[in-house]
């Protein structure tokens, strides 16, 4: 397999030798999120959508188109709609695209959330980005999402979009507590996540200001553990709230769940599965999130998440989980054995290399693998 990719971090580069183990050759282009806004302004004049060239590279697109040229491969897989532009002339090597959130109705979220003049710009974009992403449909061989609720987005865009759902998975090996009971006896909520992610950041900033105080007065001594990279001014400035604290990137999300009593999703964005509840889950720890944060998750999994939307409802059911060991224990138990049935990495990634097989019928075993160029 070939892999095509791009890195707007130094860090992800670091990646490149160990996606070498798995890949005959991964070809990495830089991508300066400056430059990358200034190459995005002029699309206001157009149609077009921002997100496109926002994500493009030339370097990374040359690269490709001569593979292409100088290759033979079975398959396309391509991982997001702002990576489609890059297999948008393949017409003689059958493309599986992964929509990723169906990231038109993820803006048109923010648009939703935001007010005027983010409000139009985030509108403006879902109703592009959803045009793209119907030609996008209609190109693929198949199209691979994670939830149902995804699929049926799709299937909105593109009535003749051969849609797949193959869930995520959880290594649950690897998230695995040590210790039955927390590392830290101050009660602890934490978050994780990339923290220059606007769902990310407005979902911490919400519960630092409107959810803490209140599990504050039956919980004096708690405190909120915010665990992700590029931590934003706004994400920064919550750690001049009493309790509050920022770490940024760090080399081991496990160092910071050891000492979690309570993961925390409180999204009002919210699209696909959410990978921080299946790990924190897979931890054996409670989970407290928004309904629409566990309406990505299977219905045995969503079970066993504690839900609330507002405030006072997300503090009361945080404040029962400190309050009761026994109670956190068993949630915590038993959300980590529903998450090991349904989100089974072995089983999952089975499903989507019969789908990457056959993108044009239903997933069937063939005897041989075939090998495939993938652009994300």
């Given amino acids: 397999m070939d892999l095509f990719t791009l890195a707007d971090e130094p860090e992800d580069v670091d990646h490149q030798s160990a996606l070498a183990e798995y890949c005959r050759r991964v070809t990495v282009s830089r991508l300066s999120r400056t430059v990358a806004r200034l190459r995005a302004l002029p699309s206001f004049l157009t149609k077009t959508p921002l997100t496109l060239p926002y994500f493009y590279s030339a370097e990374l697109a040359e690269e490709i188109r001569k593979a292409i040229l100088l290759r033979s491969y079975d398959r396309i897989f391509v991982y997001s709609s702002s990576m489609a532009q890059y297999a948008e002339n393949v017409d003689q090597v059958p493309v599986v695209t992964d929509l990723v959130d169906v990231d038109s109705d993820k803006w048109m979220q923010y648009g939703a959330s935001t007010i005027f003049p983010f409000s139009a710009v985030y509108r403006r974009e879902a109703r592009c980005l959803r045009e793209y992403e119907r030609k996008v449909c209609e190109r693929s061989a198949s199209v691979l999402v994670t939830t149902e609720r995804e699929a049926q987005l799709v299937r909105q865009i593109s009535d003749t979009a051969r849609v797949w759902v193959v869930p995520n998975g959880v290594d649950t090996d690897y998230f695995n507590p040590s210790a039955a009971q927390p590392e830290s006896a101050r009660p602890t909520v934490t978050f994780t996540g990339d923290m220059s992610y606007f769902p990310n950041e407005d979902a911490v900033v919400f519960f630092a200001r409107n959810v803490l105080p209140l599990i504050r007065k039956s919980v004096p001594e708690v405190r909120f553990l915010i665990v992700g990279r590029n931590p934003s001014r706004r994400v920064q400035r919550l750690r001049e709230i009493d309790g509050v604290a920022v770490t940024g990137f760090v080399p081991d999300v496990r160092t910071y769940l050891a000492q979690t009593h309570v993961a925390v999703a409180p999204f009002s964005i919210a699209a696909g599965i959410q990978n921080k509840i299946l790990e924190a889950m897979s931890y054996c720890l409670p989970v407290v999130a928004t309904s ?38 068993d949630r915590g138990a038993e959300g980590r054995r529903r998450v090991a049935a349904a989100y089974n990495w072995p089983r999952n990634l089975e499903r989507l290399l019969e789908l990457i097989e056959n993108p044009f019928r239903k997933m069937a075993r063939q005897a041989e693998t075939p090998s495939e160029v993938e652009v994300g």
Avoid: N, Y
Wanted: no cysteine.
């Fill in 292 to 329: 629409r944060t566990a309406r990505g998750l299977s219905a045995e999994v969503a079970e066993i998440v504690e839900t609330g939307d507002s405030p006072e409802e997300l503090g009361a059911k945080i404040v029962r989980i400190l309050r009761d060991p026994k109670f956190a224990r």
